[in-house]
């Protein structure tokens, strides 16, 4: 079957410590974006990339880095220099053509101590 | 900058009846698409249901209808025949047509409650 998945679904880390989330998907499609969701709040975007080898920052990307080297394939890094890394990380990939539907993973519980 | 407005933070239905879900939006864009994501307990974010501005007739699935007021920038979700499986958080999203805009915004969400 098609589809995302984000690895690990729980994961936990020092303060200081940088830490990478994996996303993957087989659906063949062209973007991938990473967004954080906070308690009580919508999803934000962090980072999106259209095309492999190239991203974009959303709204808050400070703190965050992620690398597009395989269409497949849209990691996400949590620095250190992210202030409040604590949250659920979703990643979603969608067709570069109307009706521009994004699906989703399952995410990940980032707990930063 | 668009926004995405969701006034209702929590409802609640009884099963099998109807209920609708607010949503609103601010944009000056005339072309646009509205999403409703439906977030169970699982939390894994899933597409229910899809709205081009462009068409004049408000889309349908299955249990899932919207009632989509251009004019007002209104776009709500009614959901019919309520099973418990409905109960979840739904977020209403906003994206503007044309291959350059990849941003979905949202609203803030609204946690629907089913009781049996």
């Known amino acids: 079957d098609g589809g995302i998945t984000q690895s690990p679904k729980y994961l936990f880390r020092k303060e200081g410590q940088n830490v990478t989330l994996s996303c993957e998907q087989n659906?063949?499609?062209?973007?991938m974006y990473w967004y954080r969701q906070d308690p009580g709040q919508g999803l934000r975007l962090i980072y999106y990339s259209q095309i492999v080898n190239d991203f974009q920052k959303g709204d808050i990307a400070e703190g965050y880095s992620v690398s597009r080297e395989k269409k497949e394939s849209f990691p996400l890094t949590v620095t250190s220099a992210q202030k409040n890394p604590t949250a659920f990380y979703l990643c979603a990939s969608s067709k570069n053509r109307a009706p521009y539907e994004q699906y989703f993973g399952p995410g990940t519980r980032l707990t930063v101590t | 900058a668009q926004t995405v407005t969701q006034s209702q933070p929590e409802m609640s239905v009884q099963e099998a009846e109807t209920v609708t879900l607010s949503c609103t939006y601010d944009t000056s864009e005339s072309d646009y698409y509205l999403f409703w994501y439906k977030q169970p307990p699982s939390r894994q974010m899933i597409l229910v249901i899809r709205?081009?501005?462009?068409?004049?007739q408000n889309a349908t699935e299955n249990r899932f209808s919207v009632n989509f007021q251009k004019a007002a920038k209104s776009f709500s979700l009614k959901i019919s025949d309520s099973q418990l499986g409905d109960a979840a958080m739904y977020f209403c999203?906003?994206?503007?047509?044309?291959?350059?805009?990849?941003?979905?915004?949202f609203g803030k969400g609204t946690k629907l409650s089913v009781i049996p």
């Open positions: 659906l063949n499609h062209d973007a």
């Open positions: 999203a906003y994206r503007r047509s044309g291959a350059g805009s990849y941003q979905l915004t």
């Open positions: 709205q081009e501005a462009y068409k004049q």
